[in-house]
């Protein structure tokens, strides 16, 4: 089994990454993809602080489709390069990504939550003075609330993202403890043709789960859920396509016998 496009990745247009464009380009070669989707933030009116100065999560769009273009037609024979983005959803931020998503031409658009009442979920604050499950809650219901008012992404990334950063790990987690809230996020976005992401970078960081992890994307599938992308997150080139074999196992034992490919914001089945 092999999967051999990924469809999640930064470079050094994203504020947390120093990875030149190209760089990611050629890893990915080397690496024998076929497919990938350059999927740079955009999380619009991200909380200031000295960490984070102003502005520093906007996506300088033109810049990078120059870039990216370029490098398109130069490694057109090796590799196909989608301009994708990740956007942050933040109800305060939905006109500004309509806005966004609709004056340009990106072959794939993921959606994340990133944010819960304006503290970044990697923020230990985010934690404090409360227990694991009050932070699920709260996370399941932010992405619940955002997800019914703002559909215009492809797939929903890394779901139970907190399973990076939440004290106690991923001990601290069960999706069966959240199955009401998962159920309605897997509902609404089969009921809006939306896909599901399988974020494999914590494959890389030597956690034994994906996110969502594959209680999760088991029941995406019972429902009838078949929009599956797998994408590294990488912000490195050595990064990129991480846990990928791992991912094609899980992925069969939930019973998917395809992933998913996107250009032109239309989806493609690919056999692994």
């Keep these: 089994m092999a999967i051999l496009a990924d469809q999640h990745m930064h470079s050094s247009f994203s504020f947390d990454s120093e990875a030149p464009l190209k760089d990611m380009v050629e890893s990915a070669i080397r690496k024998g993809l076929n497919h990938i989707n ?119 990334g890394h779901l139970d993202y907190l399973t990076r950063r939440v004290p106690g790990g991923e001990s601290a987690y069960n999706p069966m403890d959240y199955a009401d809230k998962i159920d309605e996020i897997l509902d609404i976005l089969l009921e809006n043709e939306k896909g599901l992401e399988l974020n494999t970078q914590t494959l890389g960081k030597g956690l034994e789960y994906p996110n969502p992890w594959p209680q999760v994307l088991k029941r995406y599938k019972e429902k009838g859920g078949e929009i599956i992308t797998v994408g590294s997150d990488a912000h490195k080139p050595e990064d990129i396509a991480v846990g990928f074999d791992k991912a094609a196992t899980i992925l069969a034992d939930c019973g998917f016998k395809y992933y998913t490919v996107f250009k032109d914001r239309t989806a493609t089945y690919l056999r692994f």
Excluded at 49 to 70: A, I
Excluded at 85 to 114: C, P, Q, W, Y
Excluded at 116 to 135: L, N, P, Q, W
């Design 38 to 156: 350059i999927t740079e933030h955009n999380d619009f009116d991200f909380p200031v602080s000295e960490e984070f100065p102003e502005g520093c999560w906007d996506l300088n769009v033109d810049s990078y489709l120059y870039d990216l273009l370029r490098l398109r037609e130069a490694y057109k024979d090796k590799i196909t390069i989608g301009f994708g983005m990740e956007i942050g959803l933040r109800e305060d931020s939905f006109r500004k990504n309509a806005v966004l998503t609709r004056n340009h031409d990106f072959d794939f658009i993921v959606g994340s939550v990133h944010l819960v009442r304006d503290i970044d979920t990697y923020d230990d604050r985010f934690y404090e003075g409360r227990s694991a499950k009050e932070a699920f809650n709260e996370y399941f219901d932010t992405v619940i609330a955002n997800i019914k008012k703002f559909q215009n992404f492809d797939v929903l």
